[in-house]
């Protein structure tokens, strides 16, 4: 069988880790502007709005915003049929409250569709990425059921403006990483579990009824939410360290089972009973939830965790990324992450078995140090890594008869990290000659892994071995 004729091959990149140009044409600063740069085992800071001295890496990125045609092409000349982006918010409506959207910013996104369109490429497009526009710290943030309101003007605003250009729509990022790191998810910076649960309600009641715009205004439209894809083991057949799984399971999947099946699940209300969480549920708003569930479910991919009765995750990875007790069948990354190919076909399954919905795989990569020998970036060991996460994604369509719709690489070109704020972590098929700083010529320099990508694509993933 193989991969399907129409399967979606691409990349995913993310307005703020790409875009730079961060107070361009009206661009109003959103909560990943005030996050300084991280390093190697040195967590990334919030400010208190731009402090001059620091580095913050999202003002530059590596231009993107200025140079979105030539990656594009770029990404055409490998082949891509998909290219999920995120829409930086505050370049629409710069303080997020706005009551009229910024003209400069909705040209910018068209012109960027426009160059997808040209090349057949079908835009994926991420509605909020891990940046909220910072004016809306004036409410609380997500802490606010006006925000709500704000993203719905923000999104109709979308809907409206694209309609015919994008299909194919992702609400928010990776929504249940309000538990783990909810500055970036929702630009609240808080411990306290009724405050994160009271954002993850607010987002799920904006996901929710902006799927119904999203239909209302577009029948072509398909909108998807984004699972941060955690998945585990348990370290032991202890029966506790397999109960510490489904536990540490629950916290994660909750979200989506909220967005798939349109209602709290029965273990995560029984939990709020037991901590004393008060959802803000308003007349009408459970109604929503239901009426308001996605069509597909797209989720990240880069590691499994082993957890255990003694603690949740008791070892920590580099960069705050904690990953459970070191399984001794893998191998780690430069950064301390699990390389895990296998637990791709079980996320898969998983994911499947627990919603019948079309899935899609739309974060997945290797973060590396490349070296530039002689103007080329010999990067077997990324090759190695995206090949043999393909050969399982395939065994999850051939041997499972899982649906899914597509595979979009994180990210196609270098980037700034999420969790570092680095550029020498680098994922790209495409080096860009950027450091740590900022600083360098920004030319673009193809990897032997774009070559190699290229020749998936055009054979529909039938040359893995």
């Known amino acids: 069988m193989g991969f399907p004729t129409d399967f979606l091959w691409g990349g995913a990149t993310a307005a703020n880790q790409c875009e730079g140009a961060y107070l361009t044409d009206g661009k109003g600063l959103s909560t990943a502007d005030v996050m300084t740069a991280g390093g190697n085992g040195v967590p990334r800071e919030i400010t208190d709005g731009v402090v001059e001295g620091n580095y913050y890496p999202s003002h530059k ?6 140079r979105f045609k030539e990656d594009i092409a770029l990404f055409a000349e490998m082949g891509f049929k998909t290219y999920r982006l995120s829409i930086a918010w505050s370049r629409i409506f710069p303080n997020g409250d706005e009551e009229v959207p910024n003209e400069a910013g909705l040209k910018h996104y068209d012109e960027v569709f426009d160059t997808c369109r ?6 994926l497009v991420t509605i909020s990425h891990f940046e909220t526009p910072l004016g809306l710290q004036k409410y609380g943030s997500w802490t606010n059921r006006k925000v ?25 990022n990776e929504i249940n990483v309000v538990s783990t790191k909810p500055w970036m998810a929702a630009g609240v910076d808080s411990d306290d579990e009724q405050t994160r649960m009271t954002v993850a309600f607010h987002q799920f009641l904006a996901s929710a009824k902006a799927v119904q715009l999203a239909h209302e205004i577009d ?16 370290n032991s057949s202890d029966p ?27 273990y995560k209300l029984k939990e709020f009973e037991r901590d004393g969480i008060v959802l803000p549920i308003q007349d009408g708003d459970l109604e929503e939830l239901k009426k ?3 069509d597909f479910l797209s989720f990240s991919y880069y590691l499994t965790h ?82 043999e996460h393909l050969k399982e994604m395939k065994k999850a369509i051939e041997l499972d008869g899982i649906p899914v719709m597509g ?13 570092t704020g680095e550029m020498m972590k680098r994922y790209g098929f495409i080096y860009v000659d950027v450091d740590d700083e900022g600083n360098g010529t920004f030319d673009r320099i193809k990897k032997d892994s774009f070559y190699w990508y290229k020749d998936v694509i055009a054979t529909n993933g039938e040359n893995l071995d």
Not at 118 to 123: H, K, L, N, R, S
Not at 320 to 347: C, F, Q
Not at 364 to 381: C, F, M, P, Q, T
Not at 407 to 419: C, E, K, L, Q, R
């Open 306 to 387: 082993v957890v255990g009765k003694e603690s949740p995750l008791v070892f920590t990875g580099l960069n705050g990324v904690k990953t459970g007790y070191k399984n001794p069948h893998l191998k780690v990354s430069e950064w301390g992450w699990p390389i895990d190919p296998k637990g791709l076909r079980y996320a898969l399954n998983l994911l499947y078995d627990r919603y019948q919905l079309p899935l899609m795989v739309v974060e997945n990569g290797l973060g590396a140090v490349d070296k530039v020998e002689d103007g080329r970036i010999h990067d077997s060991y990324r090759i190695d890594y995206l090949k």
């Open 219 to 234: 029948s072509d439209n398909k909108v998807g939410m984004m699972y941060n894809g955690h998945t585990a083991y348990p």
């Open 240 to 266: 506790e360290d397999v109960q510490a799984t489904t536990d540490f399971m629950h916290k994660m999947l909750f979200y989506s089972d909220v967005q798939c099946r349109g209602y709290y699940p029965a």
């Open 292 to 294: 308001g569930t996605v």
């Open 407 to 419: 595979y979009t690489m994180w990210g196609p070109i270098d980037i700034i990290s999420a969790s």
């Open 61 to 66: 990125a590596v231009d993107h915003y200025h």
């Open 118 to 123: 040209q090349y057949g490429i079908e835009p």
């Open 148 to 172: 709500v309101d704000f993203f719905l003007r923000y999104s109709e605003t979308l809907f409206k403006r694209y309609k015919g250009k994008v299909k194919y729509w992702l609400t928010f």
